[in-house]
C-alpha cells in the first residue's frame, strides 16, 4: 500500500527506523512467553519518544498532541503494540495541566528521562465500571496523609510502573451537591505500596496486556501527593480523556494500516484455481471498504489532534475519532484473517497476535456504546440515557 509523505515524515521515519530494530519475531515472543517488552519500551524511552507531551522545561520534547499520536500509529503499524507504553503519554497529562509546581519538578524530569515510569492509572472498579461517580474507594485524610481502602479492576501495567494516579473518594457521595464532586486524584509510588496496604491480583486474559485487580488495605500515601485541589478529581481525569481516546484511535489506525498492507500483499501473490484471489471482488471490496473507513478515521483523528493543541473542546471528535478507528481497525483485521484462511491463524503470520490486540479497543478505555450515548446526549441533544 503506498504511503505518502506528510508534515509528520521526519517521525515517522525515525519510529519506523527504531521499530525495525523489533522485527516480528520479538513481538511474537514476548507475547508467547506473555512477558512485557522491555526492551522495546526502554528504546522508546531513550529515544525521547515516550516524553513527546512533556515540555521541553522537564526534559520533554514539547510535542503537541498530533506528533504523540502519530508515535503511537507507527509502533502499531510496524507490527508492535502501543498498548505496552502508551499510558505514559497521557498519564502524566493530570499532573501536567494540575499539579503543582514543586510536584512537576519532582516528577515529569524523571519520567522524561525513563528513571521513573507513570504507566498506570486507577480508576475503573469491579462494581461500577464506567459508572465512575459511584466508586468506593475511599481516601481518608488523617494529619499529614490520607488512608486509602478499596478496590480497583483492569489496572495495567501495575508490574511495570513505579507510580500510578488513582482515583478515590475524599468526600462520601451521599455529602456533595453533584455525584462528580468529592473525588481526588493522587500520586501513588507503587513499590512502596505493595509493602504497605495495595495487594496486586494479576488477570490472565486473551491479549498480552498486563494488567491486574487491586486492593488497597490502610495504605497510607502522603497529603502531598495529593494533585491539585480536594474534591476535583473527577474533573481532572475527565481533562485527560481526550488525549487518551485520541491517541488509541491514533493506534487503531496503525493496527488499520498494518492489517492492509499485509492483506494486499497476501491477496495479490496468494493463487487459487489458477488467479491471484485478489482479482476477485468478493476478496477486494471488504479490503478496500476498510481502506476508506481507515482513512476517514484518520482525518477525525488529527481533527481531534487540532482542536486539542489548540485548547479548543474537543470532546466529540475524540470520542468520534476512536469509535471510527476501533470499527476501523476491526473490520481491516477480519478482512486480513479472513483472506489468510489457515495461515491467519499460525502465530508466524503475526495476524492472529494483531487481531487479538485490536479488538481491545471495541471495548476499552471506553466502549462503543457510549461513545454512542455520549454523542446522542452531547452533540444531537437527545435526553440522557443513563
Keep these: 500500500m503506498k504511503n505518502t509523505p506528510d508534515e509528520y515524515q521526519e517521525i515517522r521515519d525515525a519510529v519506523r527506523a527504531l521499530c525495525a530494530d523489533f522485527p516480528p519475531e520479538y513481538h511474537r515472543q514476548v507475547d508467547s512467553e506473555r512477558a512485557y517488552p522491555e526492551a522495546f519500551v526502554d528504546a522508546l524511552t531513550k529515544a525521547g519518544w515516550l516524553a513527546a507531551l512533556i515540555p521541553a522545561d522537564y526534559g520533554g520534547s514539547g510535542l503537541g498532541l498530533a ?12 507490527g508492535g503494540n502501543a498498548g505496552a507504553c502508551h499510558g505514559q503519554m497521557y498519564n502524566m497529562g493530570t499532573l501536567l495541566r494540575h499539579g503543582s509546581p514543586q510536584q512537576k519538578q519532582k516528577y515529569l524530569p524523571k519520567i522524561a528521562s525513563g528513571e521513573w515510569r507513570l504507566q498506570s492509572m486507577g480508576v475503573t472498579e ?35 510502573s513505579d507510580w500510578m494516579i488513582l482515583l478515590a473518594r475524599t468526600t462520601p457521595l451521599a455529602e456533595v451537591k453533584k455525584k ?48 491539585g485541589q480536594e474534591g476535583q478529581g473527577f474533573k481532572y481525569i475527565l481533562d485527560g480523556l481526550n488525549a487518551e481516546r485520541t491517541l488509541i484511535a491514533a493506534e487503531c489506525i496503525g493496527d488499520g494500516y498494518w492489517f492492509l498492507d ?65 470499527k476501523a481497525s476491526w473490520e481491516a483485521a477480519n478482512a486480513c484473517l479472513q483472506f489468510h484462511g489457515g495461515f491467519g491463524f499460525a502465530h508466524e503470520y503475526d495476524v492472529e497476535r494483531k487481531f487479538r490486540e485490536t479488538r481491545l479497543y471495541q471495548v476499552a478505555p471506553i466502549s462503543t456504546n457510549l461513545i454512542l450515548s455520549y454523542v446522542a446526549e452531547h452533540v444531537l441533544g437527545m435526553p440522557r440515557s443513563f
Design 67 to 78: 506528533e504523540a499520536s502519530v508515535i503511537m500509529e507507527e509502533i502499531n503499524r510496524s
Design 262 to 326: 499485509r492483506v494486499t500483499k497476501y491477496v495479490g501473490e496468494r493463487m487459487v484455481f489458477g488467479r491471484p484471489i485478489g482479482q476477485n471482488q468478493g476478496v477486494q471490496f471488504p479490503i478496500a471498504e476498510s481502506y476508506i473507513e481507515v482513512e476517514a478515521a484518520n482525518l477525525m483523528r488529527f481533527k481531534a489532534c487540532r482542536l486539542f493543541d489548540a485548547g479548543q473542546p474537543c470532546g466529540a471528535e475524540a470520542n468520534m475519532a476512536k469509535y471510527l478507528a476501533a
Design 126 to 160: 469491579p462494581t461500577t465500571g464506567t459508572d465512575t461517580t459511584r466508586i468506593k474507594t475511599t481516601a481518608v485524610k488523617k494529619g499529614d496523609r490520607y488512608v486509602v481502602n478499596g478496590q480497583k479492576v483492569w489496572i495495567s501495567r501495575i508490574q511495570h
Design 180 to 227: 462528580s464532586e468529592g473525588m481526588s486524584i493522587f500520586m501513588v509510588d507503587l513499590r512502596q505500596a505493595e509493602k504497605s496496604g495495595m495487594a496486586v491480583r494479576p488477570i490472565a486474559n486473551m491479549v498480552n496486556h498486563e494488567t491486574n485487580e487491586l486492593f488497597f488495605e490502610n495504605l497510607e500515601i502522603p497529603a502531598d501527593n495529593l494533585i
